[in-house]
C-alpha cells in the first residue's frame, strides 16, 4: 500500500443536514476508497513509487492511473475544506484577490454556482490562482484538475452524481448551494498563502 484514504477530521453525521452520513459513508467510504485503491493496484502494476502531482502531471503508467491518481488528489482535496464549524468568510489578502477577481464575495458564490450548475456530466468546479496571481473560476470534466494548467487550486466544488444523489437526487443547484454552509474559508485562506 503506496497510498492510504486520508482521516476525515469529522463524524460521517457532522455535515448534516448538508450532507447526511449516509451520502458521506458512500462518497468517503466507498467512492473514495476505490479511487486509492485503483491507484495502490496500478502503481504495483507499473512497479511506481512516486507521489500523486507526478503521475497527474507526467500522466505516468496509464490513462486508468492517471485519472484514479487525479481523483484521489480531487477527493483529498475536497473533503478537507469541509467542516461543521467553518470559518464562513474569507479574510485579508484572499478577500482581496476575490474582491479583484469578482467584485465582492456574493458576487464570486453567484460566479461559482452559475458555472457549477451548467456542468454537463461529471466534474468538478475550481477557483485557482493562476501564475500571474489572479483567481479564476473553471470548470473541469471527469477527474481533470487545474493543476496541469499550472493553475494553484484553492477550492473546489465536486458535481459528480455520487456526491450528491443520495441527498439531493436530481436537485443539484441545492447541494451547490448548501455546500457554502460547510466550507471552510480557514482552509481556503491557508491554501492561498501556501
Ligand atoms: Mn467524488
Given at each position: 500500500?503506496?497510498?492510504?484514504?486520508?482521516?476525515?477530521?469529522?463524524?460521517?453525521?457532522?455535515?448534516?443536514?448538508?450532507?447526511?452520513?449516509?451520502?458521506?459513508?458512500?462518497?468517503?467510504?466507498?467512492?473514495?476508497?476505490?479511487?486509492?485503491?485503483?491507484?495502490?493496484?496500478?502503481?504495483?502494476?507499473?512497479?511506481?513509487?512516486?507521489?500523486?502531482?507526478?503521475?497527474?502531471?507526467?500522466?505516468?503508467?496509464?490513462?486508468?492511473?492517471?485519472?484514479?491518481?487525479?481523483?484521489?488528489?480531487?477527493?483529498?482535496?475536497?473533503?478537507?475544506?469541509?467542516?461543521?464549524?467553518?470559518?464562513?468568510?474569507?479574510?485579508?489578502?484572499?478577500?482581496?484577490?476575490?474582491?479583484?477577481?469578482?467584485?465582492?464575495?456574493?458576487?464570486?458564490?453567484?460566479?461559482?454556482?452559475?458555472?457549477?450548475?451548467?456542468?454537463?456530466?461529471?466534474?468538478?468546479?475550481?477557483?485557482?490562482?493562476?501564475?500571474?496571481?489572479?483567481?479564476?473560476?473553471?470548470?473541469?470534466?471527469?477527474?481533470?484538475?487545474?493543476?496541469?494548467?499550472?493553475?494553484?487550486?484553492?477550492?473546489?466544488?465536486?458535481?459528480?452524481?455520487?456526491?450528491?444523489?443520495?441527498?439531493?437526487?436530481?436537485?443539484?443547484?441545492?447541494?451547490?448551494?448548501?455546500?457554502?454552509?460547510?466550507?471552510?474559508?480557514?482552509v481556503?485562506e491557508r491554501r492561498?498563502d501556501n
Amino acid at each position: 500500500m503506496i497510498f492510504e484514504l486520508p482521516i476525515l477530521k469529522f463524524e460521517h453525521d457532522a455535515l448534516e443536514p448538508y450532507i447526511s452520513a449516509r451520502s458521506i459513508e458512500l462518497h468517503y467510504g466507498k467512492v473514495f476508497r476505490f479511487y486509492v485503491n485503483n491507484v495502490n493496484r496500478l502503481m504495483d502494476e507499473f512497479k511506481l513509487t512516486t507521489g500523486l502531482l507526478s503521475i497527474i502531471k507526467n500522466r505516468l503508467g496509464c490513462p486508468a492511473l492517471y485519472y484514479n491518481a487525479s481523483e484521489v488528489w480531487n477527493h483529498e482535496f475536497y473533503f478537507e475544506q469541509l467542516s461543521p464549524s467553518p470559518k464562513t468568510m474569507p479574510e485579508g489578502n484572499l478577500l482581496l484577490e476575490i474582491n479583484r477577481a469578482f467584485g465582492s464575495i456574493d458576487e464570486f458564490k453567484n460566479e461559482f454556482d452559475r458555472i457549477s450548475i451548467s456542468i454537463f456530466g461529471s466534474g468538478y468546479t475550481w477557483l485557482s490562482q493562476q501564475e500571474d496571481g489572479t483567481l479564476i473560476i473553471t470548470q473541469e470534466a471527469n477527474a481533470k484538475n487545474p493543476i496541469i494548467r499550472n493553475c494553484k487550486p484553492l477550492l473546489s466544488c465536486d458535481l459528480w452524481e455520487h456526491a450528491y444523489f443520495v441527498d439531493y437526487q436530481c436537485r443539484r443547484a441545492d447541494y451547490i448551494a448548501n455546500l457554502w454552509n460547510i466550507i471552510d474559508w480557514d482552509v481556503i485562506e491557508r491554501r492561498f498563502d501556501n
